[in-house]
């Protein structure tokens, strides 16, 4: 009898289990096997060709990149998420802020390269705006292509998403917890320092981690935007796969691909060690 | 209930008895069967018994799959067009701005179904390296395409060719003779490369032709390397894929491309002047092969006989390609004088590179592009 109860919720996890296995397991398993073969044999040459120093040039770039633009998106994102959070539930800025936020943070890819390329690119709207005006070129030799572009348009989808996940948290910090603060006689500076902080610290950081891990794996934006060298790793593995010059590259693909499964891996346990530290005064 | 399941094994003695006349369809039909298999092993338009049957086939089939042809690329565009009106085929033109590869992805991938692509135009090392799943074919020209420029089976033959030029806007920049013009402060945030040279084939031979500008060769491309990073240094190189919408903008003033793509942009760009620098003249010929897995063998075929005919030859040229049977169709007379004078004028000796040249050269530039440009 108890056993017939207890049955239907695990096989309700079946069809997840299914897709975790399909989407992830396999492809998972796939890569880190490919990044071990060449030509159907065990090698360790692709692994060794990530050390080269191109491809470690790229892996900085791409870390570069990513943290750059969680930080910036992190800071940014989450004081628009604080002057979201101080106006009333119902206002219409804060409707329109959040519904703004989860539009833009889901707005990437060929369109949003597309949108900078007509707004900053050569006879882009401010680019002509600027020269004609003030005669000042913005475009210079094309720096939207390149790495500092992907940062400007990553920035763009990284603080919508950062407001959308704070956003959260900043809720959950009670308007008590600071009339108890001032109570006993805190001043501002110290319930922000003593209180508010530490208790946002561990999904501050988390979102962080959410928004290295966004701008780390996003391919489609840079793919539209940057055709002149593979500044980071998603389009060397691009390269690997569609270059006619380099050809039988197919494994040193699965090799970067096994490359950005570490990096986020080595990422995420230093995201949980720091969270079992941050909050362990918490349980 | 009875009566619906009565009804069921009605449908399904119904779907068996279609099935059963598809499955018999083609052994009813001998003609038909035999004619596909017939067709992909066919090696010249002899095997179908004369053009007049191989056309007859291929209308048959009804339809051309191509991959990877830009309409604005060599005039495919309206090579295209008349192949398809010509013949009443409808050609089905996939991913046009694909690269050579993805050619070779695509095949790989949709093997077996009919969207693969019939037949294939390839950059140099991506043709000698997939020969394996090309299907020989000889053109009923064969004779007049020479020797250097075909596999003596035909399972591959160079289409159309061309050599490393700088096209510019002279409205917009002073006159280019040799690549150290461009290295002047009038040239700012102007030069583009169509391309990455690690994966794009044009991009590649502009580092070649650069190398040999500056003392280097086609076994030795650092030079090249050198003269892109200069470029660089001095602000001139402009990170942007060249297209004719960007120079048509004037995005892109200086391209370093193939004489045949730059030639095109002189139609929509006044003042767009094409040279091919004396001191390092970098040739290439396309390679062009049939898919062994082709779905539509026939009109593959009859694809090859259309490009390498006089007609399709002189479409290339008037795209400003250099077709491969040029020379013979200049001594018969039947090339178009007027594009044929037209061509940019091409002074020394051509340096194409080999393929070990080009699997070398490539490795240097795995290594060294990216800090060029990085």
């Known amino acids: 009898m108890s056993r017939r109860t207890t049955l239907p919720p695990s096989l309700a996890l079946l069809p997840f289990l299914g897709f975790l296995t399909i989407f992830l397991l396999i492809p998972t398993v796939t890569v880190v096997v490919g990044a071990f073969q060449e030509g159907g044999e065990f090698s360790t040459a692709n692994i060794e060709a990530l050390f080269s120093e191109a491809a470690l040039r790229t892996l900085w770039n791409s870390v570069l990149l990513s943290a750059s633009t969680a930080v ?43 949108a ?31 790495l500092p572009g992907l940062i400007l348009v990553y920035t763009y989808f990284q603080i919508p998403l950062m407001v959308i996940v704070f956003l959260p948290a900043l809720e959950g910090l009670r308007p008590q917890w600071r009339e108890a603060a001032v109570n006993l006689g805190a001043t501002g500076w110290q319930y922000w320092t003593q209180v508010a ?41 691009r390269a690997a796969l569609t270059s006619e010059i380099l050809l039988g590259r197919q494994n040193l693909a699965f090799a970067l691909a096994f490359q950005m499964i570490i990096v986020v891996a080595v990422v995420m346990t230093a995201y949980a060690l720091l969270v079992r530290r941050t909050s362990r005064w918490l349980r | 209930m009875a009566r619906e399941i009565r009804h069921l094994r009605n449908v399904g003695i119904g779907l068996c008895a279609l099935i059963l006349t598809a499955c018999s369809a083609p052994s009813d039909d001998g003609d038909g069967g035999d004619g596909a298999s017939a067709a992909e092993e066919a090696t010249s338009a002899e095997d179908f018994g004369g053009m007049d049957e191989l056309v007859a086939a291929a209308q048959e089939e009804g339809e051309l799959n191509v991959i990877a042809l830009p309409p604005d690329w060599a005039n495919y565009g309206e090579i295209i ?34 969207r ?55 409205n917009e920049v002073p006159e280019v003779s040799t690549l150290d013009d461009l290295l002047g402060s009038e040239f700012r945030g102007s030069v583009a490369l169509n391309g990455d040279p690690t994966q794009a084939g044009a991009a590649f031979s502009g580092v070649v032709m650069a190398a040999i500008a500056n003392g280097g060769s086609a076994d030795d491309v650092a030079p090249g390397v050198e003269y892109f990073q200069k470029l660089n240094d001095a602000g001139n190189f402009l990170p942007v894929d060249p297209t004719p919408a960007t120079v048509e903008s004037g995005q892109t003033p200086v391209v370093i491309d193939w004489d045949y793509l730059n030639a095109a942009l002189a139609e929509d760009v006044p003042g767009w ?52 049977r040029a020379e013979a169709m200049a001594e018969e007379g039947t090339i178009d004088q007027e594009l044929y004078d037209a061509l940019p004028p091409v002074e020394g000796e051509p340096v194409i590179p080999t393929n070990e040249q080009t699997e070398q050269a490539a490795q240097y530039l795995s290594e060294n592009w990216a800090k060029v440009v990085g």
């Open chain 1, 197 to 237: 902080i530490p208790l946002l610290r561990p999904a501050f950081l988390g979102a962080t981690l959410l928004l290295f891990a966004n701008a780390f794996a996003a391919y489609a934006t840079a793919a539209a935007l940057v055709s002149q060298g593979n500044p980071i790793v998603p389009l060397l593995i």
């Open chain 2, 273 to 324: 002047t094409v040279v091919v620098p004396e001191e390092a003249v970098v040739g290439g010929y396309y390679f062009q092969a049939i898919n062994a897995d082709a779905p539509h063998p026939a009109a593959a075929r009859l694809w090859q006989e259309f490009l390498y005919s006089d007609e399709g030859q002189n479409l290339w040229l008037k795209g400003g390609a250099r077709p491969v």
């Open chain 2, 116 to 170: 693969a692509p019939d037949v294939f135009d390839l950059g140099q090392s991506v043709a000698l390296a997939n020969t394996d799943m090309f299907a020989p074919y000889q053109v009923e020209t064969w004779d007049s395409i020479p020797d250097e420029f075909k596999d003596p089976d035909g399972t591959w033959v160079n289409d159309y060719g061309g050599y490393m030029s700088i096209g510019y806007d002279s």
């Open chain 1, 116 to 146: 900078f390329i007509a707004t900053l690119g050569f006879s882009g709207v401010v680019t002509e705006l600027l020269r004609d005006t003030v005669n000042l070129d913005i475009f210079g030799t094309g720096w939207l292509f390149g």
């Open chain 1, 72 to 114: 910036i998106g992190a800071v940014f994102g989450s004081l628009l998420a604080y002057i979201v959070v101080m106006a009333s539930p119902t206002s219409l800025f804060r409707r329109s802020v959040t519904s703004m936020a989860s539009v833009l943070a889901q707005f990437g890819g060929v369109t949003l390269a597309f």
């Open chain 2, 81 to 114: 067009e008349t192949f398809s009106e010509k013949y009443d085929i409808k050609v089905n033109s996939a991913q046009p701005d694909a690269a050579s590869q993805d050619e070779i992805n695509a095949a790989n991938q949709l093997e077996g179904t009919d």
